[in-house]
């Protein structure tokens, strides 16, 4: 590969990297043809990007990038595939469901702006809640107490209207 066309890759890289807010870096070592082509399908359907990079173009990237992604040099070995996308969890799940026997395998990740490296925060990673499922958490626990309080006015209105209608039945 010519210079020029070494230059473009590495700026081609680092516009990805700031279109999306999460990446993964995935060993694809051992995966045959059939196995990464349904992990590609896979990715697309779950609206990651996967791209199977050289590991010293990537570095070239992450160093002409904004962010500071030296904790991520030393994973770079091997086959790497990087895997992006904005919802932090979706490639972690994806990795787990289709990763029987460790293949593919995880390097490494940077989602929700922290570093993840080792195959064994998988789990961890699989466990974040995006952005939308935190706000629909915050939500619920918001209208919980509402609807408490709603209810209780509501079954302490008929309360008292029975106590009311109790009394005046009442002989006097």
Request: glycine share 6%; charged share 25%.
């Amino acid at each position: 590969m010519k210079k020029e066309q070494k230059k473009i890759v590495i700026e081609n890289l680092g516009e990805l990297l700031k279109q999306y807010a999460n990446f993964y870096l995935v060993d694809v070592t051992a995966m045959n043809a059939q196995k990464t082509t349904d992990l590609r399908r896979e990715c697309f359907k779950r609206d990651i990007k996967m791209v199977v990079v050289k590991n010293t173009l990537l570095q070239k990237a992450f160093e002409a990038s904004d962010i500071d992604y030296s904790e991520l040099y030393s994973s770079l070995k091997g086959t790497t595939a990087l895997m992006l996308c904005n919802t932090a969890n979706v490639p972690a799940k994806l990795i787990k469901k289709a990763g029987k026997d460790g293949i593919p395998a995880l390097k490494a990740a940077y989602a929700e702006q922290s570093f993840y490296v080792g195959a064994d925060q998988l789990d961890n990673l699989a466990a974040l809640k995006s952005k939308n499922e935190i706000i629909a958490d915050i939500v619920a626990l918001l209208q919980s107490p509402a609807k408490n309080v709603i209810s209780a006015l509501q079954s302490g209105g008929q309360t008292i209207h029975g106590v009311l209608k109790t009394l005046g039945e009442r002989p006097e």
